[in-house]
Each structure stands twice: as C-alpha cells, then as structure tokens.
T-cell receptor, first 114, second 113 residues
Framework: ETGVTQSPTHLIKTRGQQVTLRCSSQ?????VSWYQQALGQGPQFIFQ???????GRGNFPPRFSGLQFPNYSSELNVNALELDDSALYLC?????????????FGEGSRLTVL | AQSVTQLGSHVSVSEGALVLLRCNYS??????LFWYVQYPNQGLQLLLKYTTGATLVKGINGFEAEFKKSETSFHLTKPSAHMSDAAEYFCAVTDGGNNRLAFGKGNQVVVIP
C-alpha cells in the first residue's frame, strides 16, 4: 500500500508568480484535502476534492484553486503569490463514506515566496 | 464552526516524566476529536481519536486521551516520556459529517534527558 506523496518537496517563487503543487493519494482513497501550515501554526483547511469536484472550502481566496484527476491524484494551484503564502502545504487523503477524520498526510511541499 | 485551543506552544518534559498536553474544543454539535503528531520533516500521523462511545481512548506509542464533555476538553497524556516523543502535537476537531479538520496551533514537545 503506497502512502501519500507530494511534489516538489521545496520550492522558491517570487511575488506575483504562480505555483502548482502535486499530490498522489494513498491507494484506495478517493478524497483529497489540502492544508496550509504557516510557520508556528497548525494546519489550516484550504479545500477538499471528491469525485473530481470541490467538496468544501476553507477561508482562502479564489486564487487558491485545485483539481482532482480520475486516478484521485490532485493539484493545488496558487496564482498571484503573496509573501504570506510562504508555508508548508500538506495534502491528505481519505475514503469518502468513512467520516472518521483519519487523514493520511504527505510530507508536504514547502513554499517560500520572496 | 468547530475550533480547538492548545495553550503553551513549547512544552519541556524530563525523560520518564508525565506528558500532559491540554486541548479544549468548541463545537455546536457532538465533536469528533483527534490528536496528530508531526515529527521533523514529516507529515502528520494520527495518534488517537474520539468519535463516540468510550471516553478514554488509547492510541499509539503509549498515549491516551479522555473526552470530557462537561469541561469541553480532550487532554493528551503519556505516563512516561521517551526521547522519541520529541515532536509537535496537534489537537483537531471535526463535526463528524466530513473529514475537514480544524487544528489547534500545536505543542512542540522537548524531552530533556
């Protein structure tokens, strides 16, 4: 059983640029969630995808968008990067219908915006 | 909306001593509560969870937590700290209808030899 994998692990961008982060969910999981973890803070829910549709969104602006593919992998896109977007972005997978809150997290993509 | 509060960002504990991390929650519906652990340069791993039933729940690595509705608390304990327990610990809550978690700010645990 493969775990959640994310890429890239680290990246540096400048203000105004766009970034795409990728996530492969754990085998058998059909729901993907994305979280932003700023330095010294807990993870904040960005959005969740199920059956290739957004299925819930946290308090993040529209420049944060995502995709889920038929194989359940996912992308997080952030446009017009701001300095405050610097954070660890975590992807988590789970199985819909199993509402137990047990999410399986990847190791994250650390984004630095200069 | 659900939320959790964790006080004291850094917690120092001597090896062999009790580990106690406090978590208080706010929820308008019966909550599902969780503790996750994050080791350096790793993702989050579930330690334990409370959904329904027994209020004292046991997790991995000797940790346990007790759900106290009257105190809106879900404190995490371990009787004897090991060096390997050094990590960041997060309390989280959801309303049970989805898998969207609200996390606390976390406790960085340092174990002193």
């Amino acid at each position: 059983e493969t775990g959640v994998t994310q890429s890239p692990t680290h990246l540096i961008k400048t203000r105004g640029q766009q970034v795409t982060l990728r996530c492969s969910s754990q085998s058998g999981h059909n729901t993907v969630s994305w979280y932003q973890q700023a330095l010294g803070q807990g993870p904040q829910f960005i959005f969740q995808y199920y059956r290739e549709e957004e299925n819930g969104r946290g308090n993040f602006p529209p420049r944060f968008s995502g995709l889920q593919f038929p194989n359940y992998s996912s992308e997080l896109n952030v446009n017009a990067l701001e300095l405050d977007d610097s954070a660890l972005y975590l992807c988590a997978s789970s199985r819909a219908g199993f509402h137990t809150g047990e999410l399986f997290f990847g190791e994250g993509s650390r984004l630095t915006v200069l | 909306a659900q939320s959790v509060t964790q006080l004291g960002s850094h917690v120092s504990v001597s090896e062999g001593a009790l580990v106690l991390l406090r978590c208080n929650y706010s929820s308008s519906v019966p909550p599902y509560l969780f503790w996750y652990v994050q080791y350096p340069n790793q993702g989050l791993q579930l330690l334990l969870k409370y959904t329904t039933g027994a209020t004292l729940v046991k997790g991995i690595n000797g940790f346990e937590a007790e759900f106290k509705k009257s105190e809106t608390s879900f404190h995490l304990t371990k009787p004897s700290a090991h060096m390997s327990d050094a990590a960041e610990y997060f309390c989280a809550v959801t309303d049970g209808g989805n898998n969207r978690l609200a996390f606390g700010k976390g406790n960085q645990v340092v174990v002193i030899p």
